[in-house]
């Protein structure tokens, strides 16, 4: 990480502080917020299930047991491990939303920079983290599915654009 650092322009440094500073300045008084509608939902759900049992929030249509309609078992394992840490203390859910959409911005910074450059990836990853229509799924904890399937979906093609040696810049 240092002799990335180090290779890095420092107008590039100085953008992606900024970013990061910007981005906890906008979504800080949300780290303080209270469970929302659904987040309920979740709470009583995950404190059901022990230690012994987390195998069943990966079992096909229940969480839990409990018949679901869908199947996604990385969120409620996300949940579960932030109750068992954090118990009901809303802050660790918020966290975990912020820094999954940071991470996010990472690999947008990196997919800017492999494809325009990058001051073009350090623009890129300042314009993503503080742009508002993210903030719905940054600061209500389940809109975890959102900040989750986003990192998913842009750091897999960060990957493949490594993978497949594409350089555009």
Same mark, same amino acid.
């Not at 659904?38 to 069943?56: G, T």
């Not at 940071?102 to 350090?122: N, Q």
């Given at each position: 990480?240092?002799d /990335?650092? /180090?290779?890095?322009p420092?107008?590039t440094?100085?953008?992606m502080?900024a970013g &990061?500073?910007l981005?906890v300045?906008?979504?800080?008084r949300?780290?303080f917020?209270?469970?929302l509608?659904?987040?309920w939902?979740w709470i ?10 987390i195998y069943?929030i990966?079992?096909?249509q ?6 679901a309609g869908f *199947?996604r078992?990385?969120i409620?394992f996300l949940? *579960?491990i932030?109750? /068992? ?5 809303? &802050?660790?859910y918020?966290?975990?939303?912020f ?8 690999f947008v910074?990196?997919?800017?920079s /492999? ?8 623009m890129?990853?300042l314009l ?10 940054v600061v209500w904890?389940?809109g975890r599915?959102?900040?989750v ?5 842009i750091?897999?093609?960060y *990957?493949?654009?490594k ?7």
């Amino acid at each position: 990480v240092a002799d /990335r650092l /180090r290779g890095m322009p420092m107008r590039t440094k100085k953008m992606m502080l900024a970013g &990061i500073f910007l981005s906890v300045f906008v979504y800080f008084r949300s780290f303080f917020n209270f469970f929302l509608a659904e987040d309920w939902e979740w709470i009583p759900l995950i404190d059901r299930l022990k230690f012994a049992e987390i195998y069943k929030i990966f079992l096909p249509q229940t969480l839990g047991g409990i018949p679901a309609g869908f *199947w996604r078992p990385v969120i409620p394992f996300l949940f *579960w491990i932030n109750y /068992r840490f954090g118990g009901l203390a809303p &802050i660790g859910y918020h966290l975990t939303n912020f820094l999954f959409h940071l991470l996010t911005a990472v690999f947008v910074y990196k997919i800017g920079s /492999r494809l325009s450059g990058k001051p073009t990836g350090a623009m890129a990853f300042l314009l993503f983290v503080v742009f508002p229509f993210h903030s719905e799924a940054v600061v209500w904890i389940d809109g975890r599915y959102d900040v989750v399937m986003a990192f998913a979906v842009i750091s897999s093609f960060y *990957w493949y654009l490594k993978k497949s040696g594409e350089k555009l810049h």
